[in-house]
């Protein structure tokens, strides 16, 4: 489409930005939302952020109505997040040097993956690879694949 979500950390809410003319169209997470960095959306549409004040991986319907919390008492800080098709929520939790695999649903933690490093960014390929990349207090930094 012709819109980009982004996350405003200093400000606790998402942003809905026109990726032509970079106007704002919209805004939420407002009162939710307290130090979001990663987002996604999901194959159906669901809007996935990573708030690291909070704790908490929040999820939103398309017009940002808050749906689920995902990660209570689980996570420390998570960072970046993603999504795979089958609804799975992977995050990186930066202060334990882990990648946390949430069931996107029930919120349930199927596993946890410790990285060496910081892990500050996550993906899933379409073979269900993870690749994260990380670094360290030196600023190095470097891929971790799993799977």
Request: proline share 2%; net charge neutral; aromatic share 4%.
């Amino acid at each position: 489409g012709t819109t980009v979500l982004v996350t405003e950390a200093n400000a606790g809410r998402v942003a809905r930005l026109n990726l032509r003319t970079g106007e704002t169209i919209s805004m939420f997470g407002e009162g939710t939302l307290k130090k979001p960095h990663g987002i996604a959306v999901t194959a159906v549409g669901e809007i996935v952020v990573a708030d690291d004040a909070t704790k908490l991986v929040q999820m939103f319907d398309h017009e940002g109505n808050l749906l689920r919390s995902l990660g209570q008492g689980q996570l420390q800080h998570p960072w970046a997040v993603c999504v795979d098709g089958r609804g799975r929520v992977y995050v990186t939790d930066y202060i334990v040097s882990s990648i946390v695999m949430l069931d996107g649903a029930s919120g349930a933690v199927l596993t946890t993956i410790k990285v060496r490093g910081v892990p500050c960014g996550v993906t899933v390929t379409s073979k269900g690879k993870i690749v994260a990349s990380a670094h360290d207090d030196r600023g190095s930094g470097w891929l971790v694949v799993v799977g």
